[in-house]
C-alpha cells in the first residue's frame, strides 16, 4: 500500500476591538492507494532458441513478485509446426529458490496450444496472491496427445537475475542451466478485494492524535471570542 498524509490547515482573520485576531486549526486526512500493476520480465518474442517437452514432460520458470496483489495472467511462445494441438497443464506456486522439485498438488488450470507458432497468454482463474519479494514459480506439462516447444532467452549477461528456467523430463530434475530463461510476461494487478484493512502504524497514530490535539485547539480559540462577547454583553 502506498499511503498519503494529508495537513489541512485553516486559517480565521477577526477584527474585533480593532485588533485583528489570528485561529488555528489543523485537520489529518490519511489515505491508501493500492500498489499499480506491475510486470515481470516483459514479453520480447525475441529468443535464442526452444525447448521441448514431450507428453508428460515439465519446463517450469522461476519469478519474484514485483508487487503485492494477483498474477492475472502469464504470457510465453510456444513455436512448432510439426505437433497437433493438445491441451497442457499449468501450475503456480511459491516456491523457496532455487526449486528442488515439481510443483505438488492439482493442476491450477490448462490452456490450449495449437500446431501452429503462436504467443500465449494464460489468464489465470481465479488470479494468484503474490507478496512483493517473495519467490515463485510456474510450470507447463505438455498434454499426453501432444508436446511443447517454448521459447527461451539467454540470460547474459543477467537479463533476469530473480528467476530462471528448469525442466523435469524422464523423471530427472533439473535446474543446472540457471542462465537462460523462458521469454516469458508475467502481469501482477492489484487485488480486487483486500481480505483486510491495513491497520495504522504507530507513527501514523501518532500524527492522527496530534491532528486531533490541534484540531479540538483550534475549535476552542474559536469559540472563545463568541463566548466572550455574550458575557461582555
Not at 519479494?133 to 511443447?148: I, K, M, P, Q, V
Not at 494487478?189 to 492524535?209: C, K, Y
Amino acid at each position: 500500500m502506498v499511503k498519503t498524509l494529508y495537513f489541512l490547515h485553516f486559517f480565521k482573520f477577526n477584527y474585533h476591538d480593532k485588533k485583528t485576531h489570528f485561529y488555528y486549526f489543523s485537520v489529518l486526512f490519511c489515505s491508501s492507494d493500492l500498489n499499480a500493476q506491475c510486470t515481470v520480465h516483459e514479453f520480447t518474442d525475441d529468443g535464442i532458441g526452444f525447448v521441448t517437452t514431450f507428453p508428460g514432460f515439465t519446463i517450469g520458470q522461476t519469478f519474484q513478485a514485483c508487487e503485492s496483489g494477483e498474477v492475472t495472467s502469464i504470457t510465453f511462445k510456444h513455436d512448432d509446426t510439426q505437433i497437433l494441438p493438445g491441451t497442457h497443464e499449468f501450475r503456480i506456486a511459491a516456491i523457496t529458490a532455487p526449486p528442488t522439485a515439481l510443483i505438488s498438488g492439482p493442476v491450477y488450470q490448462t490452456f490450449d496450444a495449437s500446431g501452429n507458432p503462436e504467443i500465449l497468454t494464460i489468464t489465470l482463474n481465479p488470479p494468484f496472491a503474490v507478496t512483493a519479494g517473495n519467490d515463485y514459480a510456474f510450470e507447463l506439462t505438455a498434454g499426453s496427445d501432444s508436446r511443447l516447444n517454448i521459447l527461451i532467452y539467454n540470460d547474459l549477461p543477467d537479463d533476469y537475475p530473480n528467476g530462471f528456467l528448469y525442466v523435469n523430463a524422464l523423471g530427472s530434475f533439473d535446474t543446472t542451466n540457471q542462465l537462460v530463461d523462458m521469454d516469458f510476461e508475467v502481469v501482477i494487478s492489484p487485488a480486487a478485494n483486500p481480505a483486510a484493512a491495513e491497520v495504522p502504524t504507530v507513527g501514523e497514530w501518532g500524527l492522527l492524535i496530534l491532528a486531533l490535539l490541534f484540531m479540538t485547539l483550534g475549535t476552542l480559540y474559536l469559540v472563545q471570542p463568541n463566548v466572550e462577547e455574550r458575557i461582555g454583553k
